[in-house]
């Protein structure tokens, strides 16, 4: 294998020091680093590579904990690195950068930087012939902020990097649990057989967040969470729920399917929104204990009668032949009472009960992933009693990934797909199409709301999120799992 160079441009920032940098570090203490791999750092400070690893090392270390690294452990990884203190938004601080490329190893460019920089990091690239050799590039979300400034930010991508080249980041899909869904869908008839229109009733897709907006106001402000989490985590994982078997794990047969599904979902026109869309914004309340304050109140606030959402409920429609009347309930906010990520397969009931109880209990399959990892499947067994002939009770079989595996840790998001950008493995991440269509769709909703009007109602921190998006799903004879 080629050797690899990962230059990763923000090395000084929060995400570095919060998560790629621990995902190397992990990776590295599980032998699966290459061995030849270099790690370049760049940053503003004009400072030599020990001074930047003394105080990376502190800084990993509260985000770490008790899996923080010992001194060998550390000295080990540390031999990975070099450092480049460089304004990388000045086109002449690109000549230092150029000296540590080698254009007979593979250039691995990670952008933890705001977007709004993305082009401009890649125009310097090229003015300073950084892009001659071997080169692939990796983004974190947000590409853009609607279907117009994707596509410039996509464009911009296209001149310098063949589509092949281009990582895009969703890290939900680096998750152990969500990548499980390829597994359990596909490698398992019983359930493979059960996942269509004539077995489910309906879907639930829940992203709750116990934080509020974190020091993020003016940032968060311009988007909201529809922006924020809908387009990205939410519409990857109703994708991975809904979409057809691909032909293969290769990247583009993964990502054809996701498209399809992108492209099926119902558009919720004007005359619609008002019954298919619920948006809140938290106002104070109380979190994990203590008294928080109301998005309005947060330090950074800039605009006191701000409409912007901080929670959304969407029931939406995947319109083909495998979900024809199948709603999918999707669910998102912050200051929520718990930080929770699952999937809720509702099946339906059957079509005529034999038992005494005379109560129906529907299957329900339950991916839950986070805050612990794994699987339920809520089944119905008979009750273990002589009072009553065959009557039927709730059971539960729980699938723990982290008990069943042994392991004493599940990994990171970014460690798969750090290993798998440095193996020139796609699939894990979002190509261009699907993430232009998803714009477009969530374009399309936000524009909508704004013709109806749809009102941004208050609902405590601490609380799922304002009452109507209860009787979003209520007024369908369903309810939320929490």
């Known amino acids: 294998m080629t050797?690899?160079?990962?230059?990763i441009f923000g090395a000084s920032g929060d995400l570095s020091a919060r998560k790629l940098f621990p995902a190397l570090f992990q990776l590295d203490r599980a032998e699966l680093l290459p061995s030849d791999l270099r790690i370049t750092a760049i940053a503003r400070d004009q400072v030599d590579v020990d001074v930047f690893l003394e105080g990376l090392r502190q800084r990993m270390n509260g985000y770490m904990g008790s899996e923080s690294p010992s001194d060998a452990e550390w000295q080990h990884y540390s031999r990975h690195f070099q450092y480049v203190g460089a304004d990388f938004t000045k086109g002449d601080n690109y000549s230092s950068i150029r000296e540590t490329l080698d254009d007979s190893r593979v250039s691995l460019f990670y952008l933890a930087t705001p977007p709004s920089i993305f082009a401009l990091i890649c125009n310097n690239l090229a003015n300073n012939n950084c892009?001659?050799?071997?080169?692939?590039?990796?983004?974190?979300k947000p590409i853009g902020e609607c279907l117009a400034s994707s596509k410039e930010v996509n464009e911009t991508l296209?001149?310098?990097?063949?589509?092949?080249?281009?990582?895009?980041?969703?890290?939900y899909l680096g998750k152990?649990?969500?990548?499980?869904?390829l597994?359990?869908?596909?490698a398992n008839r019983f359930i493979n057989s059960q996942w269509d229109a004539n077995c489910i009733d309906h879907v639930q897709i829940t992203v709750g967040e116990i934080v509020g907006i974190e020091g993020r106001w003016s940032y968060y402000d311009r988007v909201g969470q529809l922006r924020d989490m809908v387009q990205n985590h939410l519409m990857q994982l109703l994708c991975l729920v809904a979409m057809e078997p691909p032909n293969s794990l290769e990247a583009d047969s993964i990502r054809d399917e996701k498209v399809k599904i992108v492209k099926a979902l119902r558009r919720v026109d004007v005359d619609q929104v008002a019954e298919h869309v619920v948006k809140g914004q938290y106002s104070q309340g109380w979190s994990s204990g203590a008294a928080v304050p109301g998005y309005l109140e947060e330090a950074g606030c800039e605009r006191p009668d701000s409409e912007t959402e901080t929670f959304i409920a969407i029931k939406a429609h995947v319109d083909n032949w495998r979900w024809a009347g199948v709603p999918f309930y999707l669910r998102t906010g912050k200051r929520v009472p718990e930080k929770l990520t699952e999937?809720?397969?509702?099946?339906?009931?059957?079509?005529?009960?034999?038992?005494?109880s005379g109560t129906n209990i529907a299957n329900k399959l339950i991916i839950r992933l986070q805050p612990r990892e794994g699987i339920e499947l809520t089944m119905a067994s008979k009750r273990q009693t002589l009072r009553d002939k065959l009557s039927l009770q709730n059971h539960t079989l729980d699938l723990d990934f982290r008990e069943t595996t042994g392991m004493s840790r599940i990994p990171d998001a970014y460690e798969r797909l750090f290993l798998d950008a440095i193996n020139g493995d796609q699939s894990l991440f979002v190509g261009r199409e699907e993430i232009e269509e998803s714009w477009r769709w969530c374009d399309e909703l936000i524009d909508a709301c704004n013709q109806k009007n749809i009102e941004t109602k208050p609902y405590h921190a601490g609380s799922w999120g304002p009452p109507k998006a209860e009787l979003l799903i209520e007024k369908d004879g369903r309810s939320w799992h929490v």
Request: charged content about 25%; aromatic content about 12%.
């Open 3 to 7: 050797g690899v160079d990962l230059i």
């Open 131 to 140: 892009l001659t050799g071997d080169c692939r590039i990796v983004l974190e």
């Open 158 to 171: 296209a001149r310098y990097f063949d589509e092949a080249s281009i990582y895009r980041i969703d890290h």
């Open 343 to 356: 999937i809720i397969i509702q099946y339906k009931d059957l079509p005529h009960n034999i038992f005494s």
């Open 183 to 186: 597994a359990l869908r596909f």
């Open 176 to 181: 152990e649990t969500v990548q499980n869904l």
